[in-house]
């Protein structure tokens, strides 16, 4: 297989993942999450979901589910026929394996505990972690060998930063989620939420959020004055999401967390995600056509 269509494969399997974060939120927001009430069947004596709205919604989400199954496999074989091999990208396609067999069993553990806000919260950490290694697969798919790793500078540890407190802003996420409304249930009996003041830990998130998008901003100009433009052009994406982000955030608060707006915070949490990893990649390793002062390959 040439390098450029197996590029093409790491990518779907990059975008299926986002697309189940997305589909997984609708069912939460949708008060789905026990539509089916078994796993794997649908119930217990029926693999097919009933004709039903909540029924159908996590039906569906789960059959998706064999998408993202099918894109990931496809990543793994196209590693291994990829053509120069690298044994780097057969490692990382192998990670998606993991993480999605991973997904499979919280997701279960989720039902059996009838929503329970921890495995909630566990499941979309775990669903970032998988775009995280979507995209690391996609980065190094572009090049013809594994990236040289830049040597430590003032930008590298501005990005490191950036990229941990991305982390610190998407599990400060779930812990609102896990204490506010749309438990996944329309049974408010069903689904426990976390003992936390929503207000309290909402002010907690935005103040990471606002620490973050202030980090990065100065991260962009340590771009531009170190002659760093990919570095700067991608520090600035970052900063786009987050203030897109943020203005969604704000407008749900104070709307009353209407649902669709849920949703698209849901979207943007992924996308400005990928950026924020995207971002990290371009700083910690050397570009295409610049080999001087740089450290070992990356493994």
Not at 150 to 164: F, I, M, Q
Not at 233 to 251: D, E, H, K, N, P
Not at 255 to 270: D, E, K, Q
Request: hydrophobic residues 50%; charged residues 20%.
């Amino acid at each position: 297989m040439d390098p450029d269509r197996y590029l093409r494969w790491t990518r779907g399997a990059l975008w299926s993942l986002t697309a189940i974060v997305v589909s997984g939120g609708a069912v939460r927001l949708t008060g789905s999450g026990l539509g089916c009430s078994d796993w794997p069947n649908c119930e217990e004596d029926r693999f097919v979901a009933d004709l039903e709205y909540h029924a159908l919604i996590e039906f569906v989400n789960r059959l998706f589910t064999g998408v993202v199954a099918a894109a990931v496999i496809l990543a793994v074989l196209g590693s291994r026929r990829r053509r120069p091999a690298r044994p780097d990208l057969v490692r990382w396609s192998w990670g998606l394996v993991a993480g999605v067999l991973g997904q499979i069993v919280l997701g279960a553990l989720l039902v059996r505990t009838e929503l329970d806000p921890r495995f909630t919260m566990g499941h979309f950490l775990l669903s970032m972690v998988l775009l995280w290694n979507a995209v690391v697969l996609i980065e190094r798919a572009k090049r013809d060998e594994p990236p040289p790793r830049a040597e430590r500078s003032g930008l590298v540890d501005l990005v490191r930063l950036v990229s941990a407190g991305g982390a610190v802003l998407l599990v400060s996420g779930t812990v609102v989620t896990g204490s506010g409304p749309h438990s996944g249930s329309d049974e408010p009996e069903v689904a426990a939420r976390l003992p936390l003041l929503v207000r309290e830990v909402t002010r907690i998130h935005s103040l990471i959020a606002i620490g973050l998008l202030l980090l990065v901003i100065v991260t962009v100009r340590r771009a531009m004055a170190d002659g760093r433009p990919e570095v700067a052009g991608r520090g600035a994406i970052v900063a786009g999401l987050l203030v897109v982000q943020g203005s969604v955030g704000y407008a749900q608060y104070f709307s009353g967390v209407p649902v669709l707006l849920v949703g698209v915070h849901i979207t943007l949490a992924s996308l400005a995600w990928i950026a924020i990893v995207r971002l990290h990649l371009a700083a910690a390793t050397v570009p295409v056509g610049r080999v001087a002062g740089v450290a070992e390959p990356v493994p």
